[in-house]
């Protein structure tokens, strides 16, 4: 809904009730839109929620040309990427990450007891590329609890 008056969108609330499953998921990696185009007027950025279970692990994938910056909200969590996903950054509750557009990727929770949840943005939206056949190393992760 635009206002006619002076061309300026209109604001609107999405009620934490209400909130959808997003059009983009990987398994594991559980996303909410919280402000998003199925639910507002807002062009160029998605904003949400990912839940990932106690000792879950995402699938690898990307977010295409989208520039990503996550926040962890709850819980500690780790992001796989690089060669064969070789490279492991841990993330604790109050970091924030940026994923640059392109780069294959892999989510995970520390935890094997409490669930991990991540508060997401994307511009331009909440573009998700599930990837398969991809050649994963074992690493060695470290779970908690």
Known sequence: MTDTTNNL????????ADLQLAPGQT???RRISGVSKENSEVEGLWFGKVFTGPGEISDPHTHGEAETGGYV????????????YEE???LEEG??????PFVPHIEGNLSRSEELVW?????PDNIVINLTDQDIADIDIPFTD
């Open 9 to 16: 969108k209109t604001l609107s609330v999405q009620r934490g």
């Open 73 to 84: 909200f709850k819980g500690r969590g780790f992001i796989r990427f690089g060669e064969r």
């Open 88 to 90: 492991l950054v841990i």
């Open 95 to 100: 970091d924030f990450v940026y994923v640059p």
């Open 27 to 29: 398994l594991n990696a």
């Open 119 to 123: 508060m997401t943005t994307r511009t």
